[in-house]
């Protein structure tokens, strides 16, 4: 592959990530109510998961989604019932009060990474996705180093964006305007997380 196939796959992938999702509403809220140790577990357990999808998606499993849909379906509504649970959480909990940001925060890095691993396990459109990348950009005889360095770009693509809106979500004035506005906040971050669950689960 070309230098300019690898930045191609990076920039197809980097607008895809940016594009708001429910790793957003996530990633937001996170940051904002706990800080930013726990909003960097969960940009990285992001990377990891869109990273799995790539590299599924270079073993063929977008295709055997075109071959069996039934499993494509099943998938997208367990991943639906998952980010619904998430929204609803989020809305059950809106009054609770903050939690102070410490180094004894609710959830530590490895809870964050594992919940973004399973948030970006929950929609497999990211399979098919990364299918019609690659079928553009990736060459059938592209070595197995080249594609372990596509799987590589795409997951510090995803974590580096997210680490970047950790960043920006955890500053005290963001944490301020969250306090402020908390219980009407996250309550329309649950709708519209749930919103984005009901999306997955319906018909494309």
Known sequence: ?????????ALVHLLAAISPGPSFVLSLRTAAAEGFRPAVGLAIGFGVGAAIWA?????????????????????????????????????????????????GTPRGLTSAIR???LTMFANPKPAVFFGAVFLG???AETTLQAKAIIVF?????????????ARVFS????????????TG???????????????LALPT
Not at 189 to 198: C, H
């Open 115 to 117: 919940l973004g691993i």
């Open 55 to 103: 590299l599924a998606a270079l073993l063929g499993l977008s295709l055997l989604f075109q071959v069996i849909p039934i499993l494509f379906t099943l998938l997208k509504v367990g991943g639906a019932i998952f980010l619904i649970w998430i929204g609803f959480m989020m809305w059950r909990h809106a009054r609770d009060p903050l939690p102070e940001v410490s180094d």
């Open 185 to 199: 906040l996250d309550r329309s971050l649950g709708v519209a997380m749930g919103l984005l669950g009901l999306r």
């Open 1 to 9: 592959m070309t230098a300019l196939a690898f930045a191609s796959v």
């Open 153 to 165: 770009n795409i997951f510090w693509v995803e974590a580096a964006w997210y680490i970047l809106v």
């Open 171 to 182: 500053l005290p004035a963001a944490r301020r305007a969250y306090v402020r506005l908390k």
């Open 137 to 139: 950009f990736v060459p």
